[in-house]
C-alpha cells in the first residue's frame, strides 16, 4: 500500500486520514464540499498541535503528516491510482451505493474498496460492484486518532486475502482489528446504539435530566463518558440512521429510535458537528472542556 483515498473529510474521514498519513502512507482526502476539506485540515491541524505539545510526536512528524494529506473536490482526480480507497461519506444507503458504483468504474481492478460505514451491509455494497471480493468493513471508531478498535467486516463475498491484507494494514496503523461477519450493526453498533437510545428514552420518559443520566453511567458504570454526550459526539443524524438500519435489518421493534431523537435531528440539532445536541457546544469554553477529554 502506497496511496489510499479517503471519501468524506467529516467527524471520521478527517481522522482516518490524519492516521493513515501519520503512518507514512500518501492520502488523498476527497469530498464534495471545499469547506469540509478546510474544516478537516483544521482539525488534523489542530490534533497534531496536542500531539506536538504533549511530545508524542516531534514538530517534523507534524509536518511530515500534514504534507502526505492533499485534497480534491475532483472524485476522479481524488480516487484514480490509488492502493486502497476507505469510503467516510454521509451515512446514507444511496450514497454510498452511488460512490461504490463510480469507484468500481475509475479505480484499478486490484484496489481495495472498504467503507467505514457504521451500520449498512458491506454485501448490499458490495454488489454495486463488480468486485464484491474487495470490498470490505473498515469501521474506525471515534475519535480515530486515539481509538485503539477496527472493526473488520466482511461482506458474503469478501475473500480471505483482502481480510488479511486489511486486518495486517489496521495493525501497521497501531490499531487492533477485529474481524467479525456482515449483519446490521455489526457488533459495535448493535451493542452500543441501544443502549444509546435507551437513555435517550429516559431522558424523554422524564426519569431523569441530562446531566444525571450521564453522571450515572459515568460514576456508576465507569464509563469515560455518559451516552447522551457520546451520542452528541458520533453525532444525532449518524445514530438515527444507524438505528434505522438495524429496525429495517431485523425488524425488531427494539432497535425503534425515540421519537425525541428523530425530533432533535429534523430541528437540525445534531450534537457537537452542529453545535448543540442533548449539551451546548456554542460557548467554546464548554466545547473545549469537552474534547479535552480526547486529549
Ligand atoms: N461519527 C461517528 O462517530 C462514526 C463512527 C464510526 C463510523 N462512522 C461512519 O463514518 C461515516 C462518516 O460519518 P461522519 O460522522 O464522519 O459524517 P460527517 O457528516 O461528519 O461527514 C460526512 C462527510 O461526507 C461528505 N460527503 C457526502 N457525500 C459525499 C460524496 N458523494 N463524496 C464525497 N464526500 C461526500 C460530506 O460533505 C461530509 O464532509 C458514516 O458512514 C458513519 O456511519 C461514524
Redesign the pocket.
Known amino acids: 500500500m502506497n496511496t489510499i483515498a479517503v ?7 478527517n481522522g482516518i486520514a490524519h492516521v493513515f498519513a501519520q503512518n507514512g502512507l500518501q492520502v488523498h482526502l ?4 471545499q469547506d ?1 476539506l478546510d474544516k478537516g485540515i483544521a482539525t488534523i491541524t489542530k490534533n497534531l498541535d496536542r500531539m506536538v505539545a504533549k511530545e508524542r510526536i516531534s514538530n517534523d512528524d507534524k509536518e511530515n503528516t500534514l504534507s502526505n494529506i492533499t485534497t480534491f473536490t475532483d ?1 476522479r482526480s481524488g480516487v484514480d491510482e490509488t492502493d486502497l480507497v476507505v469510503e ?4 446514507n444507503l444511496s ?1 454510498k451505493l ?2 461504490f458504483k463510480q469507484l468500481d468504474t475509475i479505480c484499478d481492478p486490484k484496489t481495495i474498496l472498504a467503507t ?4 449498512i451491509s458491506i454485501t448490499q455494497i458490495g454488489a454495486a460492484t463488480e468486485r464484491p471480493d474487495k470490498v470490505i468493513g473498515m ?4 475519535p480515530v486518532p486515539i481509538m485503539k478498535l477496527v472493526e473488520i467486516i466482511r461482506g458474503y463475498n469478501t475473500s480471505d486475502e483482502v481480510t488479511n491484507t486489511i486486518m495486517e494494514l489496521s495493525k501497521q496503523l497501531g490499531k487492533t482489528p477485529t474481524e467479525v461477519n456482515d449483519y446490521p450493526g455489526f457488533v459495535a453498533n448493535r451493542i452500543l446504539m441501544p443502549m444509546l437510545n435507551e437513555a435517550i428514552e429516559t431522558l424523554y420518559n422524564g426519569v431523569a435530566g441530562v446531566n444525571e443520566i450521564d453522571t450515572v453511567m459515568k460514576l456508576g458504570m465507569a464509563h469515560p463518558m455518559g451516552p447522551l454526550q457520546l451520542a452528541d ?3 444525532l443524524d ?1 445514530c438515527l ?2 438505528l434505522n438500519v438495524m429496525y429495517e435489518g431485523f425488524k425488531n421493534p427494539k432497535y425503534v429510535p425515540c421519537p425525541l431523537l428523530v425530533n432533535m435531528v429534523m430541528a437540525g440539532k445534531l450534537g457537537v ?1 452542529s453545535g448543540e445536541g442533548f449539551y451546548d457546544y456554542a460557548e467554546s469554553r464548554k466545547a473545549e472542556k469537552v474534547s479535552s477529554q480526547f486529549s
Open positions: 471519501i468524506g473529510a467529516g467527524t471520521m474521514g476527497v469530498d464534495i464540499s469540509s472524485f467516510a461519506a454521509t451515512e450514497i452511488d460512490i467505514n460505514t457504521s451500520s469501521h474506525f471508531m471515534n459526539f458520533i453525532g449518524v440512521s444507524i458537528k
